[in-house]
Structures are given as C-alpha cells and as structure tokens.
C-alpha cells in the first residue's frame, strides 16, 4: 500500500458499449424517467388539490410519489449525461453524497411500503376502528421516524465505507456508486463491512417482507369472505403490490448479499435498476392510477383547468 496511489476520484460504468447502444439505453432510461416523474408529480398534485383525498392512505401515497422522484433522481440522470459525454469521472465527495442519497431513498421506500401494506390492512380487516389507529397526527409521527431512521441508517452505512482506503482500480462495475462496488474496490479489510450490510439487509428486507406478507395473508382471509365481484377488485390491487415489493426486496438482499469479489457490471446493473428505476416507475400505476377515487379526481382537475382557460 505504501507505493500505492491512492484513489481521489471514481470512474462509473456506463450502460453499454458503443455508441448506438449508449445512446439506445440512455434514452430509454430517459424516457422511464420522465415517465417516472410524471406519474409520481401527478399523484402528488391530484392528492393535493382534492379534499377528498386528503386521508391517510393518500398522504402515505403522496409521500411515497415525492420519495420515489428523489430516489430515481439521484442516480439515473447523472448516469444517463455519463454515457452520452463518455465523462465518468465521479469525486470521492460526489460518490459519498449518492452512497448517502440511495441508502436513505431505498430505506424509507422499504418503511414506507410496510407501512401502507399495514394500513391496508387496518383499513380491511379492522374498518370500524381505522379512524381511530391511524389519524394524521399518527401519520405525520410515522413518515417522521421513518426519515430520521432513514438518515441514521444512510450515515452509518456510508461512514463505515468511507473509512476504508481506495488505493488499487478506481473502476466502478456499476452506473452509479453503492457500497458492495465499492467495497470489491477497497485495499482494507472489509470483512466487518461485509457483516453489518449483512445483517442489516437481513433484519431490514426480511423483517419488512415478513410484516408486509402477515398483512396481506391477513386481508387475503378477510377478503375471501366478501362477495365474488369485491374478491376480484381487491386482489387485482394486491398482487401487483406484492409482486413489485417482492421485485424490490429481492433485488436488494441480491446486491447487498453477494461476495465481495470482483464481478461483471453487467451482472450488477440488472438487479440495480430492479431496485432504483423499476419501482419509482410502477408505484403511481400500482397504488393510484388504477384507483378510481384518483381517476375521477384527475377528471376533475383536467375539466377544471379546461374550464378556466375557456373564461
């Protein structure tokens, strides 16, 4: 390590090789982003402006939308500006501010995400007693713990990579910087990193998976009882919650779980955007525009603003 130099600055991978195909995969992500936003900007201001939507389902939809613009902000248009310049230079300083940004991102998402599964819950399974466990006041303390222990979890985990020496390749096999590609790069002794991302991926996703899937077997045996036609509204937004927390998990215990060896980016770029694209993009289609109470609520918002431009 002496006659080593040591690493003041990191090169991000880009998404594919060539310029077609550089140009191909930045515009698709381009377009997932904006799509992304989009969606996400449109729960929020509907959520806002009707009164009707203004319960605690819906103010745990219209922070998960704000969350999700931040989360795919962080690490999909720097990458996407990265492989059309061909500049994949990212500081050390930079790469610290996305370790931080994505940890905290991902962990609220998980937080958030249980904690709607759970609201659903009460709200099915316990209907009469809804508005007196979960009121605003009950929410507000919610959303509040989740940032808090969002930015204790991020600053923890990004203190402990930052103080390990970067003295060999500075090639990060990934499109934006997280700690498993970071920790392949280190000349340290990374073994205690490796543990606590280990245990906190396993107390984190697994006991969040096991909250979220006691709740829905909860509402699936409540469900069952209801007649046919309700049966198949309530499964039909279900499954694809389950489907796309299943996804999220999974595809973050893959990234946080893997040996500390040296890999292919093309086998960590995958499982990354099923964790920091896939889910910031279908949430606004999952959770609310296949809801009718915010559909009508856009119809509204539309006809109103037709309206105003008429006078």
């Known amino acids: 390590m002496a006659n080593s130099t040591m690493v003041t600055e990191f090169l991000l991978m880009g998404f594919a090789e060539g310029w077609k195909l550089r140009f191909l995969y930045s515009m698709l992500f381009l377009l997932m982003y904006l799509a992304t936003l989009l969606g996400n900007l449109l729960i929020v ?10 319960t605690p389902m819906y103010f745990f939809l219209r922070n998960l939308s704000v969350l999700d613009m931040c989360y795919i902000s962080v690490t ?35 937080l958030f995400l249980t904690i709607m599964a759970w609201d659903r819950c009460v709200a099915i399974c316990q209907p009469l007693h809804y508005s007196t466990i979960i009121n605003l006041q009950f929410c507000v303390h919610l959303t509040l713990a989740s940032l808090l222990s969002g930015l204790v979890y991020a600053g923890a985990h990004t203190g402990n990579t930052l103080q390990l020496n970067f003295c060999g390749s500075n090639e990060v096999p990934q499109f934006f910087c997280d700690v498993p590609s970071l920790l392949r790069l280190s000349c340290s002794d990374t073994s205690s990193n490796e543990l606590s991302i280990f245990i906190s991926a396993v107390v984190v996703c697994g006991g969040c998976f ?61 499982p990354s955007v099923f964790y920091t694209i896939v889910p910031p993009l279908l949430n606004p289609i999952i959770y609310s525009l296949r809801n009718k109470q915010v559909k009508e609520a856009v119809r509204k918002l539309i006809l109103r603003r037709v309206y105003s431009r008429k006078k």
């Not at 201001?45 to 203004?54: R, Y």
């Not at 909860?218 to 927390?245: D, M, N, W, Y």
Request: hydrophobic share 45%; charged share 10%.
């Open 45 to 54: 201001t509907v959520t806002t402006a009707d009164q009707n939507l203004h």
């Open 76 to 110: 999909v248009p720097t990458a996407c500006v990265n492989t059309l310049t061909g500049h994949r230079a990212i500081s050390l300083a930079g790469c610290a501010t996305q370790i931080f940004l994505v940890i905290f991102c991902a962990f609220v998402e998980i």
């Open 210 to 270: 096991i909250f979220i899937a006691m709740s829905y077997v909860r509402i699936f045996s409540t469900v069952l009882r209801f007649p046919t036609q309700e049966q198949g509204k309530a499964f039909s937004t279900c499954v694809p919650h389950i489907l796309v927390v299943t996804v999220f998990l999974s595809s973050i215990s893959y990234v946080c779980l893997q040996p500390s060896v040296t890999s292919e980016g093309t086998q960590d770029i995958g």
